[in-house]
């Protein structure tokens, strides 16, 4: 194959228009590395094509390496590996588009690459995933940990596959019919591939899941299970949803998977295990193939446009001909115009016989298919048979090493040697007439395969005498084209003359000599013609001789068809009667065995019922006992975790009564009461040890009552287990005390819930309202005390004291004014929120549904309306020469960190877009300035107000100066001493300020936001980005 039809087919093959990739393009590409023997040709086209900049581009690129890996040459793999990174590179740009064909690019990628990874870690799978069982158990080695991880490969291998189908089905308008559309087929096409790829995986799937189950406890895989459970709904959902559409109904015919999943606990449902099987008719013609035009059409077309020629150059009667001088002169046909019509009858003769013959042909042809396609199906199904006979041998096996295995058990029990050989005896007798019987059917399936070879090489010939036939038949159109083309050639050269002689005839009489020589030589051209008709008609015997042939032939092949078809049903019927059997007999073995099976399933689920319940005692014991452990007296918990432990319990405990119920009605119904036994004492246990330790933080009274009640709940779960462990008792085990004791439990939880919880949510708009109002209020009043004081320092104080009253009063105005317009531009946000939130629902009801959000605002609200009137009273006090300066410049970054809280507690619900936070924030950077403010004012006040005293040392001797040292490094010891301790009760203030404050508002850790805490910390030159909470942002 040449090189540069490959490059143009890869380059045809994968275009920017939005259409299907061309089933000859793909074909090419594939044939050319099977040419070259690897995929250096197609990547060196690839990579001169710009796939990270057209998105459809990428796509068909995709679909045509899913095929060359597929079907292309093996070494087209050891050539892709290289470009592995650039694909996942690939992947995570194409990621980022979330339209078009952007996300399907990514996925399809990921998908390549795990292909890729998958058939390197494991050469022994072909590109098409096409393996026989023997084949599949080499591939893992005969190890059942090889096996383990071939299972968790295919499932992440088929995850990918399924992620492409629902991508893709996700991406089309199934409204409409996308299908038949040439952008909907770009996209449908590459699925064709997956198809292919999930059959064969899910069967693999399904037949190591099997021989796991085989090797491995059952809880071991319940993973594997799961997952295959999920990818099983996902496969059978797009298989059917593909089958549906028109586009996969011409190309493809899609298997349709079983309405329930295998039972992998059950070793015989591997006999009912039917694989997939993906059929491409090998005649369907994919929407962008060339239609196929009729031959027997196209020869009646030819021959009404030879027909019409005919006419046109001879003219359609003798009568209407101007130029028959024969005619004109009264005189009959000449001998020319009587071959031509002679000719043209046997011409038209002709032609009917060969379209007779191309329709004998035709119907031959399609009738062989026919029966061919019918000798396939039925040696598929006796393929199926076979293989259905092979499990059924090998479930036989099994059932035989249970057998034996049960035969040393009863040998152990009875110890009665002579009844377990003559056991064995009977056991081998009958596996020795099962593997006789095997290999008969063995040689009878051996026989049908040489039959089926012999009917395929009768078809083989068949086909190639039809070849021939189809040979000749080219041949004599061939031959027939070129006589009609000397025909009209002829025709052409005569009407020329005809029309010279006119020109003659009219200019003068004399040139009728010339007319005459004329004449002659169309005589001897009649003559040629005459030779010519002559050769057709030994070409019209030959043909007919071939034709006569070709049915004498049909008529033998369909002779040996019959016979053919006879034989195979004799085959049939055996095989049928002997397969009868081997059912019988595997129906005996099967109850014979199930009784045994059912027998020690009885015992193992007592015993393991007996289990279960000893364990649940002792986990319910050691909660009581670790109730009495004074280590565990240090535990804490709050009411809350009590409720949701104790809620828990009581509806696990009512799951338990009804599984209770289920086991005494049926005693085999042990799997659901396992469970519930295994989570009613581990909630239980929760539930006791979380009651201890919420009594330890709880008041005197309840918390005694809390303790009793769990000692109470405690001895009722190991009383009721017992009863339930006790074959005799049984069916009178009560589990209502234990639920009574949970319900007094959870009543005692409600007592013990904050105050904070108890408001109702009715009630949380109208406080909503109070708060901000109180707020409002109480900075106005703060304003008018600060305004009297200032009034009162200038009338009574003069010099430095009043510019230093009147500097700190002016800055503290001034921030009153700022939180004063926070305030009101918080109620405007928080309008907003409201009325764009609430829907027709009213603002209470708003309110009540986000409660938390509500919980924060009253308590922005509450700290702002509180740091107000301690900052009035601090500076009332510093005015009086009764109060610190510090005192001022703390309660000024408290009520600063309060108004934070408000707007951040505004902030949450608000629209980044909106006019009213814009306000917010502005007024929160004019109350971090004013902060700024006091806090600059209050320390320059400090310094003008305190004396300076002067250091005279002068007078001093050396023993006192070092005596001075010493006290002074005392000093400064016992002050960084007392400030180390300050600074750690400050830090042990504020984290119990948070936990009560979380406790009182019901603040929740793992909510939609973080409620700030009332004690922040301000740093005035970060502006918002400055605020920070101690407790919780540290």
């Known amino acids: ?40 040709t197609f990547w060196s086209v690839v990579n001169r094509l710009p796939l990270s900049g057209n998105a459809v581009l990428c796509w068909k690129f995709c679909h045509v390496f899913h095929k060359l890996l597929q079907d292309g040459h093996s070494n087209v793999l050891k050539d892709s590996m290289r470009y592995k990174n650039e694909l996942s590179d690939m992947s995570r740009m194409w990621g980022h588009l979330s339209e078009g064909y952007g996300q399907l690019c990514s996925i399809y990628l990921k998908l390549l690459r ?12 072909p590109g ?20 383990f991880q071939l299972t968790v490969e295919m499932f992440d291998y088929l995850e990918c596959e399924l992620n492409l189908f629902q991508t893709v089905f996700s991406s089309l308008d199934m409204s409409r019919s996308v299908s038949v559309t040439a952008a909907g087929q770009c996209r449908l096409a590459p699925l064709i591939q997956v198809i292919l790829d999930c059959s064969h995986l899910y069967d693999y799937t399904v037949k190591l899941l099997f021989k796991l189950h085989s090797c491995l406890p059952a809880d071991t895989l319940q993973g594997h299970r799961d997952r295959f459970l999920e990818q099983f709904q996902k496969l059978k959902d797009l298989f059917y949803r593909s089958s549906n559409l028109q586009y996969f109904k011409q190309l493809i015919q899609i298997p349709q998977l079983p309405e329930n999943p295998p039972n992998f606990l059950r070793a015989s449902a591997l006999s009912e295990h039917i694989s997939p099987v993906v059929v491409i008719p090998a005649e369907a013609s994919s929407p962008d193939s060339e239609p196929i035009t009729d031959l027997v059409e196209m020869d009646a077309a030819s021959q009404s446009l030879f027909d019409n020629k005919f006419d046109d150059i001879f003219g359609s009667s003798v009568s209407c ?26 011409i038209t003769g002709l032609k009917e016989e060969l379209e007779n013959f191309k329709a004998e042909s035709t119907r031959g042809a399609v009738q062989l298919r026919g029966r061919a396609s019918e000798l396939e199906a039925e040696l598929a199904e006796q393929q199926h048979l076979k293989q259905q006979a092979q499990d059924e041998s090998e479930f036989l096996r099994t059932e035989l090493e249970e057998l034996k295995k049960q035969r040393e058990d009863t040998e152990k029990a009875q110890r009665s040697l002579t009844e377990v050989e003559r056991r064995a005896q009977a056991n081998e007798q009958r596996y020795s007439k099962l593997k006789e019987k095997y290999s008969e059917l063995v040689q009878n399936h051996a026989d049908l395969l040489r039959k089926n070879a012999e009917v395929t090489k009768q078809i083989t010939v068949a086909r190639q005498a039809q070849g021939d036939a189809e040979q000749e038949k080219k041949e004599l159109e061939d031959s027939f084209q070129r006589v009609s083309e000397q025909a009209q050639r002829k025709s052409q050269e005569q009407a020329e003359v005809l029309e010279t002689l006119k020109r003659e005839l009219a200019a003068s009489r004399q040139e009728l000599q010339v007319l005459q020589g004329t004449l002659e030589s169309s005589t001897q051209a009649g003559a040629e013609q005459n030779n010519r008709i002559a050769s057709l008609e030994q070409e019209r015997d030959r043909l007919s001789q071939a034709a006569e042939q070709h049915r004498d032939e049909m008529a033998a092949l369909q002779a040996e068809l019959q016979q053919l078809q006879e034989t195979l049903s004799h085959k049939q019927e055996s095989s049928r009667i002997e397969l009868e059997m081997l059912q019988t007999q595997l129906r005996d073995k099967q109850e014979n065995a199930e009784q045994v099976l059912q027998q020690r399933l009885a015992e193992e689920q007592l015993s393991l019922l007996q289990g279960t319940i000893h364990e649940a005692k002792r986990m319910v014991q050691d909660a009581l006992a670790h109730m009495e452990d004074p280590a565990h007296v240090s535990c804490t918990g709050s009411a809350d975790c009590l409720l949701a432990q104790t809620l828990a319990a009581s509806e696990c405990s009512e799951r338990l009564q009804d599984a209770h119920s289920k086991y005494l009605a049926d005693g085999a119904a042990v799997g659901s009461l396992l469970p519930c036994l295994a989570l009613f004492a581990h909630l239980v246990s929760n539930t006791l040890l979380q009651g201890s330790a919420t009594s330890h933080v709880a008041p005197v009274e309840p918390a005694d009552r809390l303790l009793e009640l769990c000692k109470q709940c405690g001895s009722e779960a190991v009383s009721y287990l017992s009863a339930l462990q006790d074959p005799g008792t049984v069916a009178s085990a009560d589990c209502s005390l234990v639920t009574a004791c949970l319900g007094q439990i959870s009543a005692i939880g409600e007592e013990l819930r904050p105050r904070g919880l108890d408001v109702q949510q009715e009630e949380l708009g109208d406080l909503v309202d109070k708060e901000m109002a109180a707020t409002a209020a109480a900075i106005e009043t703060a304003s008018a005390r600060i305004e009297e004081m200032l009034s009162k320092a200038r009338a009574g104080d003069t010099g430095v004291k009043l510019e230093v009253n009147e500097r700190i009063l002016g800055s503290c105005t001034g921030l009153m004014q700022a939180i004063h317009v926070l305030v009101l531009a918080s109620k405007d946000l928080q309008r907003e929120i409201v009325e764009s939130g609430r829907g027709a629902a009213s603002p209470k009801e708003f309110y009540a549904k986000n409660s938390r959000w509500t919980e924060g605002l009253i308590s922005a609200s509450k700290a702002v309306g509180w740091g107000a009137t301690v900052m009035v009273d601090a500076a009332d006090l510093v005015v009086q020469g009764k109060g610190t300066f510090e005192e001022l410049m703390v309660c000024s970054r408290e009520i600063a960190a309060s108004t934070a809280q408000l707007v951040a507690a505004s902030k949450v619900k608000a629209d980044k877009d909106s006019a009213n936070l814009c306000k917010l924030q502005q007024a929160s950077r004019g109350v971090n300035q004013a902060t700024a403010s006091v806090v600059a004012s209050t320390k320059a006040g400090k310094s003008q107000v305190e004396e300076k005293d002067s250091m005279d040392f002068s007078s001093m001797t050396l023993t006192q100066i070092k005596r001075q040292e010493m006290d002074s490094q005392v000093r400064v010891l016992e002050l960084e001493n007392q400030l180390q301790k300050e600074r750690q009760k400050l830090g042990e203030l504020r984290k119990k300020h948070y936990e009560l404050a979380g406790v009182a508002e019901g603040w929740e850790e793992d909510g939609e936001w973080c409620q700030p805490c009332s004690s922040w910390a301000a740093d005035p030159g970060k502006g918002e980005a400055g605020w920070r909470s101690p407790a919780c942002h540290p």
């Open 128 to 147: 098409n995933l096409q393996m026989s069982d023997r084949q599949l158990d080499e591939a893992g080695e005969n190890d059942v940990n090889n096996f």
């Open 321 to 346: 001909d101007p130029f028959n001088f024969n005619s004109q002169n009264g005189m009959s046909k000449d001998d020319k115009d009587r071959l031509i019509e002679q000719l043209y009858r046997e």
């Open 1 to 40: 194959m040449e090189l540069g039809k490959v490059t143009v087919s890869i380059n045809k093959a994968i275009n920017a228009q939005e259409v299907a990739v061309k089933e000859k393009h793909a074909r090419t590409c594939i044939l050319g590395t099977h040419h070259e023997k690897g995929a250096q």
């Open 114 to 125: 795990t292909k890729m990874e998958f058939h390197t870690k494991n050469p022994r799978f």
